[in-house]
């Protein structure tokens, strides 16, 4: 079992920056990629961001290319998230996955979730 705790969600005005974290426990050693998903109120879960735990391959939705950057510390077992100049579209609840045999852009290449954490910005 992995277990993911997400951290560094919060209120932020428009343009604002966030780091959001999440530390992976457990069996840390199977873990294949991670990656970070968000769902707006009456939304679906849908893909931001993801990682490959070893070889530092990295994806991103369109919608945060440029301005979202995903990065791992691999001796700390955490992948970061960091958002600059966030718009009111991103407010959500932002998740982080891992997936033991692969990751991607769909919810069905993880296995692991976090409980989530608040992502709000004020226009």
């Known amino acids: 079992q992995v277990q993911l705790v997400e951290s560094g969600g919060g209120l932020v005005q428009a343009g604002g920056s966030l780091r959001l974290s999440c530390a992976a426990s457990?069996?840390?050693?199977?873990?294949?990629?991670m990656g970070w998903f968000r769902q707006a109120p009456g939304k679906e879960r849908e893909f931001v961001a993801g990682i490959s735990w070893s070889g530092g391959s990295t994806m991103y939705a369109d919608s945060v290319k440029g301005r979202f950057t995903v990065s791992r510390d691999n001796a700390k077992n955490t992948v970061y998230l960091q958002m600059n100049n966030l718009k009111s579209e991103d407010t959500a609840v932002y998740y982080c996955a891992a997936g033991s045999t692969r990751w991607g852009t769909s919810t069905g290449h993880y296995d692991y979730w976090g409980q989530g954490t608040q992502v709000t910005v004020s226009s």
């Open positions: 457990g069996r840390t050693f199977s873990i294949y990629g």
